[in-house]
């Protein structure tokens, strides 16, 4: 069954048509996975039709991208932070204020704010879907 939906899928235009891949298929993977482990990927196995077809291969590259895409932002979201803290540390320092405690109160405000922010927008752009305002084919999708 597990072969059958991965071939309907990938080899029978299901992703042209735009439809989700059958649950199944995720579980069964996710089951072979926690018996073989790594060697899962490679595992093939019969379609009805008596192809051999490696059923896990895209399911386990589709979560290692999603992964490798999510730590990503999460180092891109760190070093901006750090940029910006170094930034507005120094833009502030050259406002030669009066008082340390004036000082103080504007870098801990600049640097909650900026960071607050970028953090933010990192985050609703990385997890956001842009389908609905391209219809699939423009270069947010």
Request: glycine share 8%.
């Amino acid at each position: 069954m597990a072969a059958d939906e991965w071939f309907a899928y990938y080899k029978g235009g299901g992703m042209e048509e735009d439809r989700n891949i059958a649950p199944s298929l995720g579980c069964f993977c996710a089951d072979l996975f926690e018996d073989e482990g790594g060697d899962a990927q490679e595992m093939l196995f019969p379609t009805s039709k008596k192809e051999m077809v490696a059923t896990c291969s895209e399911i386990f590259d589709d979560n290692a991208s999603v992964a490798l895409i999510a730590s990503g932002v999460s180092m891109l979201i760190v070093a901006v932070n750090f940029i910006l803290k170094v930034m507005l540390t120094n833009m502030v320092a050259g406002l030669r204020l009066k008082t340390m405690t004036k000082e103080t109160d504007i870098t801990m405000i600049a640097i909650f704010v900026g960071q607050f922010v970028n953090t933010a927008i990192l985050l609703v752009l990385n997890n956001a879907n842009f389908n609905d305002f391209d219809e699939g084919y423009g270069p947010l999708s």
